[in-house]
């Protein structure tokens, strides 16, 4: 019996591991290689301008959720602190001092170093991450960025983006594809955390926040829909 259990066990790890290579000959892509300058600068300002950049730069207050709600966060860009919860924990994340943060876990707040430390690293990364999700056209200009021109499939060109420094993963690239009008569609992802280069993720699903700005409701990634929650964007409470 145990003879008969590995064997099914050892053939379903090698299904896996082949339908693993597979998926990645099939969709995996190589980073396209692009043309700085000024024309990918101005492509750049065209995708800023279209989603209201200088209303997002003016916009105090941000408010949205991530992973259909397991993570909840409050960012108050002014005073560069967010407010970050999941589970039963609540991190009052000081974004240029994080040592200094507040933990609390069901509302009691956390003295213990190892466990608030812990707690604290983990409220970066989930922060970098999901806030990239609302506001990663913003984003083009940061320092350490790098922005080119790449010819797409249909003769148009996409902006690429690469970040050099900042957030929990520099090196990270994004292949913004555009409307005529700088509006994005969606972009291509070449990061750390997905093995697969290429992947595409939706960037088409809109609002228009009090504040001004455009900000996005959903994505959609493959089969997964990626729902940014109740956003908002506002200047006082």
């Keep these: 019996m145990q003879r008969k259990l590995k064997r099914i066990i050892a053939a379903v790890l090698l299904l896996f591991v082949v339908a693993a290579i597979a998926v990645y000959v099939v969709y995996n892509e190589p980073l396209p290689t692009g043309?700085?300058?000024?024309?990918?600068?101005?492509?750049?300002?065209?995708?800023?301008?279209a989603v209201n950049g200088e209303a997002f730069k003016n916009?105090?207050?941000?408010?949205?959720?991530?992973?259909?709600?397991?993570?909840?966060?409050i960012w108050d860009k002014t005073l560069g602190k967010a407010k970050v919860s999941w589970d039963d924990i609540t991190v009052n994340l000081m974004l240029n001092n994080p040592e200094r943060s507040y933990v609390f876990e069901k509302g009691v707040k956390i003295n213990n170093d190892q466990r608030r430390e812990k707690s604290i690293s983990k409220a970066i990364k989930?922060?970098?991450?999901?806030?990239?999700?609302?506001?990663a056209p913003f984003k083009v200009f940061d320092s350490g960025v790098e922005r080119s021109l790449v010819e797409l499939d249909d003769g148009t060109n996409g902006?690429?983006?690469?970040?050099?420094?900042?957030?929990?993963?520099?090196?990270?690239?994004?292949?913004?594809?555009?409307?005529?009008?700088?509006?994005?569609?969606?972009?291509?992802?070449?990061?750390k955390i997905i093995p697969i280069g290429g992947l595409e993720a939706t960037w088409d699903d809109w609002q228009l926040v009090s504040s001004g700005a455009f900000?996005?409701?959903?994505?959609?990634?493959?089969p997964m829909n990626l729902d940014m929650g109740n956003v908002r964007?506002?200047?006082?409470?």
């Design 35 to 49: 043309k700085s300058g000024p024309q990918a600068d101005a492509l750049a300002l065209k995708m800023f301008n």
């Design 59 to 73: 916009t105090r207050y941000l408010s949205w959720s991530f992973r259909s709600g397991k993570h909840t966060y």
């Design 126 to 135: 989930l922060f970098n991450n999901d806030s990239f999700w609302l506001v």
């Design 159 to 191: 902006l690429l983006v690469t970040y050099t420094s900042g957030g929990s993963t520099p090196g990270d690239s994004y292949l913004w594809k555009l409307q005529p009008n700088g509006f994005p569609i969606s972009y291509k992802m070449w990061v």
């Design 215 to 222: 900000l996005p409701k959903s994505h959609r990634l493959g």
């Design 233 to 237: 964007g506002f200047n006082s409470f």
